[in-house]
């Protein structure tokens, strides 16, 4: 491997690794390898860009999967619906801000986690086995759940009366 390969090869660890915001370790990577003066100044290909944003793409499935994952729920890393939402919003503005292509693949495996989440956490609530983790407001769970066509789930409505009244 060559010295190039070899720094984008670090730099893409280092955004798939990142924290709780990928692109911030995207923007980070791609000053320090085009414009930081102490940097290899390199003029990026699109495939390298591509390698890069796909780095950060994999990091937002990683954080939002996790956050889907109902044995996380009492874990410290876990950061709840709300981020979840959160993160797909900045996910979208990423997709959108680079012009890339809808990750659909990525959605369905959202969709997937989010309704598994919720009828798990439902039957868990129902059961009287746990309180509700969910911290988000009924009417940000309504738009997310809008957005991503599950509006017309037949749990919907059970859905949104996980949420705290507090936060309403």
Request: glycine share 6%.
């Amino acid at each position: 491997m060559d010295q190039r390969q070899q720094l984008l090869t670090d730099e893409g660890l280092i955004v798939r690794h990142a924290g709780e915001i990928p692109e911030i370790a995207y923007y980070n990577s791609l000053y320090y390898l085009s414009d930081d003066p102490q940097g290899p100044g390199l003029e990026l290909a699109a495939a390298e860009l591509d390698y890069l944003q796909g780095q950060a793409i994999a990091r937002y499935r990683e954080i939002l999967l996790r956050d889907l994952e109902p044995g996380n729920r009492d874990l410290a890393l876990y950061r709840g619906i709300g981020r979840v939402i959160w993160n797909w919003q900045r996910l979208e503005k990423f997709i959108e801000r680079h012009q890339l292509p809808a990750c659909l693949e990525l959605q369905q495996e959202v969709v997937a986690a989010l309704t598994a989440f919720l009828d798990n956490e439902l039957h868990e609530v129902q059961a009287g086995t746990r309180t509700s983790c969910l911290n988000c407001t009924s009417s940000q769970l309504a738009d997310f759940l809008r957005h991503l066509g599950l509006e017309q789930a037949p749990s919907c409505s059970a859905w949104l009366s996980l949420c705290p009244p507090e936060l309403e």
